[in-house]
């Protein structure tokens, strides 16, 4: 894209996924603007048809499609920061004040607390589930990786993220999106695992936080997290952590789901 001076890029593979380069992009490389599936009916991809086909092609409204998505990126720390306190336990007190307010003309107060004491309240974030990628390119590279298994040979899969050229395996990938998420979001240990939720992994969880990494292996060598002193993340409430060293190509592309989400560039080769 630098090398034209264009704003925009696409790249067709089992999604669209537009590209932006323009005068918004405060990044050093092109950043993900657009992730477009292939289905009937999807809204993603009745706006790429609108903004791309020749007969309705306006700049305009691209650079407009450009700048709603650097909106939403600019609106997401303080969403998170909001979300953080709105599901934090002194906002539970709050709420119980609320209904204590409410309710207080109908019945007495007494009646009131003891209710409350039998309920708990407590607001919590939606998980959004991560599924897999179900085209058919997919489908290929599992029925590929079982020929591979079949034949004792591992899936070589390497995954660059955001552009930067570097070929990771499959952990690293993961514990290099981790990063990344922090870098952007700066968020507190309880929120990131709502964010990377244990299921994406499957047994070990995505992220646990170093102290119980050491105690539940104090005895084993391999601690199955990346423990080197440099692959140790610190959330913003200061909760050192470590990122699960244990992915296949199956679970890995709950995070490769997951970062497109986020809006990372993730490239499998």
Known sequence: MRQFKLPFGLLIGPQIQVFYDGHLNPEDNAVLIGNIEFKRGSTEGEKFVQLFSKENFNLQELHDYAEAHFNLIKRKPK????????????????????????????????????????????????????????????????KAKQTQ?????????????????????????????????????????????EVFYDDLQGSTGVINSLDFVQNKYAHINRKRHFVKENDVLTSADNVQFVVSTEWSFDNVQNIVRTAREMGFQVEEV
């Open 149 to 193: 298994k079949s034949n004792g040979h591992h899936d070589s899969t390497k995954y660059i993220l955001n552009g930067n050229g570097i070929h990771l395996a499959k952990n690293r990938f993961v514990l290099e999106c981790v990063r990344e998420y922090i870098k952007r979001f700066p968020s507190d240990f309880n929120h990131l695992k």
């Open 79 to 142: 969403v998170q920061e909001l979300t953080q306190k709105i599901t934090s336990a002194d906002f539970s007190d709050q709420i119980a004040a609320l209904i204590k307010n409410h309710l207080s003309e109908e019945y007495e107060s007494a009646v009131i607390d003891d209710a409350l004491q039998n309920i708990q309240i407590r607001l919590s974030p939606r998980k959004n589930e991560v599924m897999l990628n179900p085209f058919p390119a997919t489908k290929i590279r599992k």
